[in-house]
């Protein structure tokens, strides 16, 4: 009855930009912290940033100053706005939410969004 959906993935060139959106449905109390990760071919899922309820804000530095995440919280959705692309930011991006349901909290993921930076 809760879940979480990105969208907004795609191909982009080198220094180029892309925003990434991550809804939470179902029902819902509140939506505490969230986080975006990534998974690239062979790798193990990193993090790569995170948000409070209150927009506080952490990030991995391979992506500090060029990402940047935001969430609106009237509509329980988290923002990835990526920045000067890098061939190496390509990867599949999960959020993670820390989601008050009904008498219970999830710790839910998405179902991933590929993002791809080549020329």
């Known amino acids: 009855q809760v879940q979480l959906v990105e969208s907004g993935g795609g191909l982009v060139q080198p220094g180029g930009s892309l925003t990434l959106s991550c809804a939470a449905s179902g029902s819902i109390r509140s939506v505490n912290d969230m986080a975006w990760f990534r998974q690239a071919p062979g790798k193990q899922r990193e993090f790569v940033g995170r948000?409070?309820?209150?927009?506080?804000?952490n990030y991995a530095d391979s992506v500090n100053g060029r990402f940047t995440i935001s969430r609106d919280n009237s509509k329980n959705t988290m923002y990835l706005q990526m920045n000067t692309l890098k061939l190496e930011d390509t990867a599949v991006y999960y959020c993670?939410?820390?989601?008050?349901?009904?008498?219970?909290?999830?710790?839910?993921w998405g179902q991933g969004t590929q993002v791809t930076v080549s020329s």
């Open positions: 993670n939410a820390k989601i008050l349901g009904r008498g219970i909290e999830y710790n839910k």
């Open positions: 948000v409070t309820h209150g927009s506080s804000t």
